[in-house]
């Protein structure tokens, strides 16, 4: 079976979510909490004052990252997740939880840390290159750019994980908008870390 070429839309994630309140077990799984401790550990700063989270889903990755920011924007193609989210988030009154279909929009305003995990998969390659240019238009000089994904391969997607990471790392060279700080393979996930080139 052909994977699709099209990035999957909200209604395929109401879908997943009006099936199960928590479909990858965000809230349950050994495997999720130890990948947020290992994305967490990843950043190289103590603290951010403006982070944006892409594919924020029930918040529990959300609420981790929140202890290390000032301000935090979370987002999440489907509405149905974000109720739990914003439960989930209430003792921070920093924390904006939104629907918010990327990269069709896209919030006005820099960021010293953007983290896109296990999201890239689901865009379509025009998509995910438009998707690419406004994280790194959005990055402020020096700010970190996370990335976190599912590797093996998935039929539904349009891209894996590997496919999405190493189109971002295109951008990486010597003059290009981004470095690249780190990269870390499990068995079945890959993180990379990037650094805006201060230009």
Sequence with gaps: MPTPSFTLDQAYFDRVYQANADPWSFATSDYERQKYEATLAALPNAHYENAFEIGCSIGVLTRMLAERCSRLL????????????????APYPDVTIRQMKIPDEFPDTLFDLILLSEVGYYLSIPDLTHARQLLIDHLSPNGHLLLVHWTPFVHDYPLTGDQVHDFFLETAQPSGPLIHLTNQRQSTYRLDLFQKNEK
């Design 74 to 89: 979370a987002v999440d193609a489907s509405e149905l997740p974000l109720k739990m989210a914003r439960e989930r988030l």
